[in-house]
């Protein structure tokens, strides 16, 4: 046990203090971060006044294009080509030209620009026109459009499951389905990334011949089960650190600039493009944004919702469990083969039930409590990361507990099984191994 | 005797061959024990069996007339002929690190590995990663490794490999050193000369089974093909008619001082003192000195069946065959 110790202890330090892991562990979240802050802040940033010229032929809309934001319209009574003109003497970024025949033939319409169109305002002035169409349309059919307004509903079913302490919980699948995904990507990254670093320990000491020294003062179970934890540890640290550098990251990045997240009126335009909109119900979204029954209110709340401790602890459950299941492969692998080359054949058994977990995750997520879903979260091997899928949506426990107990078998059935590869793989050299010569030796005995 | 290691009686099968058949040895205290044969005989199976890397199908071991356990790791030492060490680790460290893997305290190891380091000539290396290190300085770490926890016994597997004359001659006063303080000694090499001058005993495997063992002066007067060396004046007669019927001439010189010097086979049915008694009123005797063959004549004769002059273009081929498998 105490060799063990030491085992697990060179693995975790050799690792630590490389030089390479330094710097992963440190740009890791800043890169994160700058994932979740960049694209926010050049948004912002970019975010110039872009003016549009607007020639209306009908003479019908022009009075509708509320300046918005960063969208700024300037009705001119000219022909188009004159405006044109102006817009090529960089008067403006852009010519909306509505024709005569626009409501007739929409396609007609056309927005022209020396430069690549702002999506922001086309798709604003797009959906100007669309509702003014329609209540032109509506007019047109003698349809008072306040009785239309009268008859619009929208509908937002709450979802409530019933818990078996009598306790009632509103259901965000959007926002489990989320959590789900992340978490199972997660763990299918942990794994692939510190599995074949145990299958290339592996493999460097068996090139490197310092195996026979080893395993003549402990035995190879306890080299091999030394180099899965120290490795384990290797990578919980690096992801605890990644958290938390995130988080603070991100915290004190938004308590700097809290301007920056906000929410703006186009992108409730976005969230509400079905809805008929003008300016002043603008306004009234972007108070409403900080309110529960707005979209962005209830990710908020339903992200409070979730319990995090049985979140968490699954988690780092899973983590773990999958990791040590398909850990002891990655190290049976590296012992039955010369060089890097030679894994090929072995990996893609490892893989596939891997890269399925992730394809499948999808069909889990519509139905989190379908009999797909219940056989892949506890078959051991697709357990780890359907199962973190299914978690947020809420998981009886008597299948928590099943698929717990099927992991943990597991990874003691591939332990075992990778311990007898392993034993007899580090002192084999120059010999091309097959499936049939690795079944010889989980069947060797002594 | 007292042995400090035995083996009895064993069997190791793998897949597609037998690696030990009904192998039996023992190892006496303070001395060198040199395991021999060709490649492919089964001796670093046997040397993995007594370092509990794996275990025999078949048959008994003892160590100090103890059931091998796993708690004898820690009095033996082992050193690979496939070795190496973890070529980004520094050398002091990682000497630590195995010193540790083999129950030594991590501050008797420090004060030990620093005596050896002087020794040897590595202090200046203690902080450097081994990849910066010379083979043959590797070597050295790697032996100082194999020794540092003072086992009772020591295996060593080619151990002069890799190494420049120089440092052969360090080591190999080393090794005799250990001996003269009481370490028992198993060493496995194909150098058939070191063996002469190392070894007290040998067994010799082929073809996974035990074909010869003993003491190895005993072994080889046991191989004496009756081969002496005469040294003689005052020829009466032809040397032919002397020694007839006797022994017949190998080889005949006639040395500066008028002296001769005969190789010579006794015959079928005569001894030593038969050819002395024979040849004895027709000479004057100046030398007589029995030619034992060479552990290098032993192991060819042992393993093929016949002495190196005699192999003929089919067994040599034969013989290269055992080399190489």
């Known amino acids: ?446 | 005797m007292e042995y400090i290691f035995q083996a009895e009686n064993i069997y190791k099968q793998y897949e597609n061959h037998q690696a030990l058949t009904d192998v039996s040895v023992s190892v006496p205290r303070d001395g060198i024990f040199g395991l021999l044969g060709p490649n492919g005989a089964g001796k670093t199976t046997l040397i993995r069996i007594i370092n509990q890397i794996i275990a025999p199908d078949q048959g008994k071991l003892f160590f100090k007339g103890e059931k091998l356990h796993s708690k004898h790791i820690a009095r033996i030492g082992y050193l690979p002929e496939e070795r190496g060490l973890y070529k980004k680790m520094k050398v002091g460290e990682q000497a630590l690190y195995l010193a540790q893997l083999k129950n030594v305290d991590i501050k008797d190891a420090r004060k030990s590995l620093k005596e050896w380091f002087e020794k040897f000539d590595l202090m200046p290396w203690w902080d450097r990663k081994v990849e910066e290190l010379s083979k043959g300085m590797q070597q050295k770490v790697q032996f100082i490794i194999t020794i540092l926890h003072k086992p009772e016994l020591l295996i060593f597997d080619e151990p002069f490999s890799g190494f420049d004359p120089i440092n052969v001659n360090l080591l190999k006063s080393e090794i005799l050193k250990l001996r003269d303080q009481g370490t028992s000694i198993i060493f496995s090499t194909h150098n058939m000369s070191s063996v002469e001058e190392l070894c007290d005993h040998i067994a010799l495997i082929n073809k996974s089974e035990k074909i010869l063992d003993g003491k190895l002066d005993e072994i080889k007067k046991a191989h004496s093909n009756r081969i002496f060396t005469l040294e003689i004046g005052d020829l009466q007669k032809p040397m032919e008619k002397i020694l007839s019927p006797v022994a017949n001439i190998l080889r005949l010189e006639n040395g500066k001082d008028g002296l001769v010097k005969a190789k010579v086979r006794i015959e079928e049915g005569y001894n030593a003192n038969d050819l002395i008694k024979h040849i004895l009123p027709s000479v004057h005797f100046h030398g007589f000195q029995e030619e034992l063959p060479s552990m290098n004549d032993i192991f060819i004769k042992t393993v093929t069946g016949k002495y190196p002059q005699e192999l003929k273009k089919e067994d040599l081929k034969l013989h290269m065959d055992l080399d190489t498998n």
């Open chain 1, 1 to 446: 046990m105490n060799k063990t110790f030491t085992i697990i202890k060179r693995e975790y330090l050799s690792r630590v203090r490389k030089r390479t892991f330094i710097v992963m562990t440190i740009l890791g979240p800043l890169f994160m971060a700058a994932l979740l802050i960049v694209p926010v802040f050049i948004a912002r940033m970019s975010d110039s006044v872009y003016e549009v010229a607007v020639v209306d032929n009908t003479r019908l809309f022009y009075t509708e294009f509320a300046d918005a934001n960063n969208v700024v319209f300037t009705d001119l009574n000219i022909d188009v080509d004159s405006a044109i003109e102006l817009m090529k003497a960089d008067k403006f970024d852009a010519v909306l030209h509505i024709p005569t025949t626009a409501f007739q033939a929409p396609s007609t319409l056309r927005l022209f620009s020396e430069k690549a169109i702002n999506m922001n305002a086309k798709l604003y002035i797009e959906s100007i026109l669309r509702n003014e169409f329609e209540l032109m349309k509506l007019a047109h059919a003698g349809i008072d459009p306040e009785i239309l307004k009268a008859t619009e509903t929208k509908i937002s079913i709450t979802a409530i499951r019933l818990l078996r302490d009598g306790h009632e919980q509103t259901d965000y699948p959007e926002v489990s389905m989320g959590l789900g995904i992340f978490g199972g990507i997660l763990i299918y990254f942990f794994v692939f990334l510190f599995g074949s670093q145990v299958m290339r320990g592996v493999m460097e000491e068996k090139s490197n011949r310092i195996v026979e020294i080893i395993v003549s003062s402990v035995k190879p179970f306890q080299l091999m089960m030394g180099k899965i934890v120290g490795i384990a540890m290797v990578g919980l640290t690096q992801f605890l650190i990644w958290i938390l550098l995130t988080f603070a990251i991100v915290g004190s990045v938004s308590a700097a600039m809290p301007e920056v997240f906000r929410f703006t009126p186009q992108e409730n335009i976005y969230l509400n493009s079905s809805q008929s909109l003008n300016p002043t119900e603008l306004q009234k979204q972007m108070q409403q944004v900080q309110q529960h029954n707005t979209p962005a209110g209830q990710i908020m709340e339903s992200l409070r919702a979730i319990n995090y401790k049985v979140m968490i602890l699954s988690f780092i459950f899973y983590f773990l469990g999958g990791y040590l299941l398909y850990a002891a492969l990655f190290a049976a692998i590296g012992s039955a083969v010369d060089n890097e080359a030679d894994t090929q054949q072995f990996m893609l058994p490892i893989t596939i039930p891997m890269i399925f977990s992730i394809i499948m995750a999808q069909l889990v997520m519509n139905n989190p409590s379908g009999p797909v879903s219940f056989w892949l979260s506890i078959i051991p091997f697709t357990s780890p990361i359907i199962m973190m899928v299914r978690i947020p949506f809420g998981v009886p426990l008597f299948d928590l507990w099943l698929s717990v107990t099927l992991l943990i078998l597991g990874f003691l059935g591939t332990t075992w099984l990778a311990a007898k590869i392993y034993r007899t793989g580090i002192l084999m050299y120059g010999k091309k191994v097959s499936y049939k010569e690795l079944w010889k030796w989980v069947r060797r005995t002594g």
